[in-house]
């Protein structure tokens, strides 16, 4: 595929289609999408956790919300990409998903994600 095939699939396969033609899409080189009308009606990310941590769990080892995490702790503890607890680093050896990193002056088309676990393989 060429760099235009992967950006064109990528748009077919974000549900963008349905505001906006490709075209108009390469032209402004963005989609943006519009919150939902009932926004107010849908509970908010971590809202049942919030509400009542102890029956309704994070997936994480604690249960709870973690600021320093346990299994990259336990397992990957000296991992300068990962580390266990938040920091900004806004690329490395595995990763220039930046617009920061030179890479982006060739391939300026960045995809963002709300999650890996909802991610689209292009």
């Known amino acids: 595929m060429t760099y235009e095939d992967l950006i064109k699939r990528g748009f077919e396969m974000s549900g963008c289609q349905t505001l906006m033609n490709y075209d108009e899409f390469r032209e402004k080189e963005i989609c943006v999408v519009p919150t939902d009308e009932n926004w107010k009606d849908v509970v908010p990310g971590f809202g049942e956790f919030a509400n009542d941590p102890e029956a309704n769990p994070m997936t994480t080892p604690s249960g709870k919300l973690e600021f320093t995490s346990e299994n990259l702790?336990?397992?990957?503890?000296?991992?300068e990409e990962r580390p266990p607890h938040p920091k900004f680093i806004p690329f490395g050896k595995t990763h220039q998903e930046s617009y920061l990193h030179p890479r982006s002056e060739q391939y300026p088309y960045l995809l963002v994600s709300?999650?890996?676990?909802?991610?689209?393989?292009?």
């Not at 702790?73 to 991992?79: G, K, T, V, W």
Request: net charge negative; no cysteine.
């Open 73 to 79: 702790s336990e397992y990957f503890p000296d991992d």
């Open 114 to 122: 709300n999650h890996p676990r909802w991610l689209v393989s292009l």
